[in-house]
């Protein structure tokens, strides 16, 4: 059964960084698209962002460009996402997925998802 274990969240002052981290059990990542979504309370999950197989693509909404980095460490089975400048408006739970690049995926992203992490919540006081 693939697992996807994410790690790194906590609470964080405004403007202030944390590094989430993805890693996958029963599942080579090595050319697997993955990606990152959030949830806020009362509100929609979204696609935060995503980096292709070969890492030659990344998608990253418009909320977080310039501040958020995604990477993958395929050695390690492992995808980070660098959160950097954060404000209160990116407390969420962030989830961790692997799928396909499909163009016209899950919740706005470039990502079809086969499998979802468990979260770890990010919350960023004012």
């Known amino acids: 059964q693939v697992r996807l274990a994410e790690s790194g969240g906590g609470l964080v002052q405004a403007g202030g960084s944390l590094r989430l981290s993805c890693t996958a059990s029963?599942?080579?990542?090595?050319?697997?698209?993955m990606g990152w979504f959030r949830q806020a309370p009362g509100k929609e999950r979204e696609g935060v962002s995503c980096i292709s197989g070969l890492g030659v693509n990344t998608y990253y909404a418009d909320s977080v460009k310039g501040r958020f980095t995604i990477s993958r460490d395929n050695a390690k089975n492992t995808v980070y996402l660098q959160m950097n400048s954060l404000k209160p408006e990116d407390t969420a739970m962030y989830y961790c997925?692997?799928?396909?690049?499909?163009?016209?995926?899950?919740?706005?992203?470039?990502?079809?998802?086969?499998?979802w992490g468990q979260g770890t919540q990010v919350t960023v006081s004012s």
């Open positions: 029963r599942l080579n990542i090595g050319r697997a698209p």
């Open positions: 997925a692997a799928g396909r690049w499909t163009g016209s995926g899950a919740y706005g992203s470039p990502l079809t998802v086969d499998y």
